[in-house]
C-alpha cells in the first residue's frame, strides 16, 4: 500500500479515536500488522496492551511464565532454611535411568497381534539400533541414491 497524506491523516484521527489496530486495518483496508507498522514509524503515542498485567490478575492466579516453570526453593523458604550448609554444596544425585523401550509399530493397528518393538531404545531416540538406522538416513545418503 501506498500511504498517500490521506492516509496517514485517517490513520492519526482512528488512532486517536483508540480503535482497535484490526479495526483500522478494516477500515483502511490493510492489515492490522500495517497499522501498526506504520503507527510506529509515526511514532504515534504508544497503546495500551490488551494482555493483561500482573494488576489486572485475580489474586493468587499464576502468571504464564509461572506456570511453565518449576517453582524453586529461594534462599528464605523452609526448605533450604533446613538444609545444613554443607548439603548445600553436594551435587545432586542423577535421576534414575528409565529402560526406554523401541516404539516401531509393528503389524497391521487394526489386528490384535498389534504391538511395538520391545527393544531397549537408544539413547534420546524413540527406536532401538535397528530400526533408527531405518528411520533416521542421512541427507548425503538420499542425493547419492537420485544420482
Same mark, same amino acid.
Do not use: Y
Given at each position: ?23 483500522? #486495518?478494516?477500515?483502511? /483496508?490493510? *492489515?492490522?500488522?500495517? @497499522? @501498526? #507498522? ?17 494488576? /489486572?490478575?485475580? *489474586? ?23 538444609? *545444613? ?13 528409565? @529402560?526406554?523401550? $523401541?516404539?516401531?509399530?509393528? /503389524?497391521?493397528? /487394526? ?5 511395538? $518393538? ?7 531416540k524413540p527406536y532401538c539400533a535397528a530400526h533408527a538406522e531405518r528411520a533416521y538416513v542421512r541427507v548425503r545418503d538420499k542425493r547419492e541414491e537420485?544420482?
Open positions: 500500500m501506498e500511504w498517500t497524506e490521506e492516509a496517514i491523516d485517517r490513520l492519526r484521527a482512528f488512532w486517536d479515536e483508540g480503535l482497535p489496530t484490526a479495526e483500522i #486495518g478494516r477500515r483502511l /483496508g490493510i *492489515s492490522k500488522n500495517a @497499522v @501498526v #507498522g506504520k503507527a510506529h514509524r509515526l511514532d504515534l503515542s504508544a497503546r495500551p496492551s490488551p494482555i493483561p498485567t500482573v494488576e /489486572g490478575r485475580q *489474586s493468587g492466579q499464576p502468571s504464564r511464565a509461572e506456570r511453565r516453570r518449576p517453582a524453586r526453593a529461594s534462599a528464605t523458604s523452609p526448605a533450604r532454611a533446613a538444609a *545444613s550448609p554443607g548439603s548445600l554444596l553436594l551435587p545432586a544425585a542423577p535421576p534414575p535411568q528409565r @529402560v526406554i523401550t $523401541c516404539s516401531w509399530p509393528l /503389524g497391521d493397528p /487394526g489386528k490384535p497381534d498389534f504391538h511395538f $518393538c520391545d527393544a531397549t531404545a537408544l539413547p534420546s537420485a544420482a
